[in-house]
């Protein structure tokens, strides 16, 4: 059975987070607009999914689609606690290629302008992707990416406190996370600076609406990541 709910265990964590500063800022000289981004590679399917049945590959897709977490839990049950149901590298991958391919999807049905960015989203076969998509975006490129959009969305497994939250907070975008608080070990989770989704329906609400969160780019926030 599969299990919306269980029990966080969760680990101290106090390390900071390493973001160029001089690569990342506020840039004054860059006008932001009412639109929203993406930056980041679409997950093609690697040696781990040769061998996963297309029976499975939906199911995954429809936990994701209701917003059931990805947990070994969870996964081990649609995977009828297959071998690699206990591997931890599948497990990590398996978070990371369902959420972060199918929350972009989701972004399409934005009303807001949306620009992606990325390897492999060209070779898709989802007009509303391609017709969004801008190319892949250059290291050099990305704090001007940022500094241009109000939101800038992130899907990264089971993991919250990644450099690229760090990129987008410095420079200036709002970020909107796939909501992995369940999967994660981490104890800080930007419950109030980050805005969170985890169905297509929260995501569109949260950038149609042009919802908030309750602290912006806190100096606690800006500190932790620098």
Not at 105 to 124: D, V
Request: charged residues 30%; proline residues 2%; aromatic residues 10%.
């Amino acid at each position: 059975m599969i299990k919306k709910d269980f029990p966080k265990h969760k680990i101290i964590d106090q390390k900071i987070i390493p973001v160029n500063t001089n690569l990342f800022y506020l840039d004054d000289k860059i006008k932001r607009e009412d639109k929203v981004v993406f930056v980041g590679t679409y997950y093609k399917n690697g040696d781990y999914f040769e061998a996963l049945k297309e029976s499975i590959d939906t199911k995954i897709t429809t936990m994701v689609e209701e917003g059931i977490s990805l947990s070994q839990e969870n996964l081990q049950s649609v995977l009828n606690n297959d071998l690699l149901s206990n591997n931890k590298a599948f497990i990590d991958h398996i978070q990371q290629r369902y959420q972060r391919n199918i929350s972009v999807s989701w972004l399409c049905n934005s009303s807001k302008k949306i620009e992606i960015y990325g390897y492999n989203w060209e070779e898709l076969d989802d007009k509303n992707i391609i017709k969004n998509f801008k190319g892949i975006a250059d290291k050099s490129n990305i704090n001007a990416i940022y500094n241009s959009a109000k939101y800038a969305v992130s899907a990264s497994g089971s993991v919250i406190n990644t450099q690229r939250l760090g990129e987008i907070i410095h420079a200036g975008a709002i970020p909107v996370m796939y909501d992995s608080r369940e999967l994660t070990d981490e104890v800080q989770t930007r419950d109030d600076e980050c805005l969170y989704f985890k169905t297509k329906k929260e995501l569109v609400y949260i950038l149609d609406n042009n919802i908030l969160p309750k602290k912006y780019r806190s100096k606690k926030m800006l500190k932790y990541y620098k």
